[in-house]
């Protein structure tokens, strides 16, 4: 990593940071293809990083190459969703079935998720690695590598990193208190759980922003950093919550057609929505901990 200093140019930070997650998810595929699954999820991090790294840096970044890349990054990240959230689910799903009492569990209910969750994780490895032996994928590798040696910097890219870092982030730190005030005042059942999924990719965002610019700001932005990431783990959560009670639905009715007992699924899909309804409860005090507004002086300690 190149060393930061003060001075040193905002662009210069930006392509630290993507090189930096351009060589890590160049490393987690050759892991993968030798057969280390788990990075599957390593690889979509790095991805995710890169392209809140390209939001975050817009300003200081010219042309249409950014915002293309961004949507190559997305398109991976959806090419190994499936068997990454397989895997997650099906371990979620086998952690809350050790917990119930024996009684309460009838019918091949551990079966039945395996068979559903294996199949769905087998398919996603198989699109996975056609995507990652194809042109579109090659090509992704060749327009990073390219914006790391060439980036397509505007004027303000050469701006004292110390000056400009802090408006970047004040922007980010704007977006999750945006989109948290849109789902105040919303009713909607589904449409809040579409709301504070979007304050969650805000504050991932927010995060990963903001440890960008730790090497420059310091501790205050590290601190800002894991506040944002305590948010985003507590709305991950939530959303595992979300994506969960799908899944069991779906299940079921699959399960209800071969003729076995669904009275378990109905049971962990309660546990599920009163799981989401407690991170709801505690969501405000978490969300608190963000600055609201002076984001500048609590940067400065």
Excluded: C
Excluded at 10 to 19: E, K, P, R
Excluded at 113 to 140: P, S
Excluded at 186 to 192: E, I, Q, Y
């Amino acid at each position: 990593m190149v060393a930061v200093t003060l001075e040193q140019p905002t662009g210069s930070v930006f392509v630290d940071y993507l090189g930096q997650h351009r060589n890590r998810l160049l490393e987690q595929d050759a892991l993968l293809r030798s057969g280390e699954q788990e990075s599957v999820h390593q690889m979509r991090v790095a991805a995710r990083r890169m392209r809140s790294a390209l939001a975050a840096y817009r300003p200081v970044l010219a042309g249409d190459t950014p915002a293309a890349l961004t949507d190559e990054l997305r398109w991976l990240g959806g090419v190994l969703a499936p068997a990454r959230d397989a895997q997650v689910l099906q371990a979620r799903l086998d952690g809350i079935l050790r917990q119930e009492p024996a009684a309460l569990v009838r019918g091949p209910v551990s079966q039945r998720i395996d068979t559903e969750l294996g199949a769905w994780a087998r398919d996603g490895r198989a699109a996975a690695q056609v995507a990652l032996g194809g042109e579109r994928y090659a090509r992704l590798l060749s327009d990073l590598g390219v914006l790391v040696d060439s980036p397509p910097f505007d004027e303000s890219a050469a701006r004292p990193a110390r000056t400009l870092l802090p408006k970047l982030l004040r922007s980010d730190l704007a977006r999750v208190h945006r989109r948290h005030r849109v789902w105040e005042r919303t009713d909607d059942p589904a449409l809040k759980e579409h709301h504070l999924h979007q304050v969650r990719k805000a504050a991932k965002r927010l995060r990963y922003a903001a440890e960008s610019a730790a090497p420059v700001l310091g501790e205050p932005a590290a601190r800002l950093a894991g506040l944002a990431e305590a948010l985003q783990e507590l709305l991950g959560e939530h959303q595992d919550t979300v994506v969960t009670r799908s899944v069991l639905l779906d299940i079921a009715a699959h399960a209800q057609e071969a003729g076995e007992d669904t009275f378990t699924f109905g049971r962990l899909h309660a546990l599920e929505e009163a799981r989401a309804d407690a991170i709801v409860a505690a969501y405000p005090a978490v969300l608190a901990g963000l600055p609201d507004g002076g984001l500048r002086k609590w940067l400065r300690g």
